[in-house]
């Protein structure tokens, strides 16, 4: 007795049953050796793991318990820009503050408290003002939540203060509300919030 399944050479008997959902790899029932002229030999049927054309391929799901989409995602256009902005007005305080330690520093003082006795307390102010921008900009690009709270308080105080000295205050005001408008954006909390 032959058996049924074996691979004898010369035998012309068709190859064993392939199964209910096709032959194995996910392709059609196929003699063993032979190939359609649409795959090369070798290659992986459409539909099969790790085929990156076919999004809905088994291998492909990445839903609610694949991979998270947003754990090596760069941060969004928003966080650039929002720390750009942030950078930048940190960087105009520490000008500020050098500024108000030369020779003109009375007079920065007396244009900012009206004393020109406050030189050192405006240096000391403008030197956290400058802290309160650089430091958080810095790890707002590191994905550090607190950041972001930080830069949404810092900017509700720049508006507050820009409301407070219209019409003076219209460039800090935009820019500040830029700022909040940046770190309130969907991609912006997506991104932070899917860590």
């Known amino acids: 007795m032959t058996d049924q399944h074996g691979d004898n050479s010369g035998d012309d008997r068709p190859a064993p049953y392939p199964g209910v959902f096709g032959a194995p790899g996910g392709g059609s029932a196929q003699p ?54 942030s950078f930048g007005l940190g960087a105009l305080c520490l000008l500020l503050a050098g500024l108000a330690l030369t020779s003109a520093g009375e007079q920065i003082a007396e244009i900012v408290t009206g004393s020109k006795d406050a030189q ?46 219209l019409p003076n205050s219209i460039l800090g005001l935009a820019i500040h509300g830029t700022l909040l408008f940046l770190m309130l954006q969907q991609p912006t909390k997506l ?4 860590r």
């Open 120 to 165: 050192g307390t405006v240096v000391a102010v403008v030197l956290a003002c400058a802290a309160a921008y650089i430091v958080p900009a810095v790890y707002l690009r590191k994905r550090r939540a607190w950041a972001r709270y930080v830069i949404v308080g810092v900017a509700a105080v720049g508006i507050a203060g820009g409301l407070m000295s």
């Open 32 to 85: 063993p050796g032979s190939h359609s002229s649409a795959q090369p030999p070798g290659s992986h049927p459409s539909g099969s793991y790790g085929d990156r054309q076919n999004p809905y391929a088994p291998g492909a799901y990445s839903g609610a318990f694949g991979a998270n989409l947003y754990a090596d995602a760069p941060p969004p256009k928003q966080v650039t820009v929002a720390a750009v902005i």
């Open 191 to 194: 991104w932070f919030h899917h």
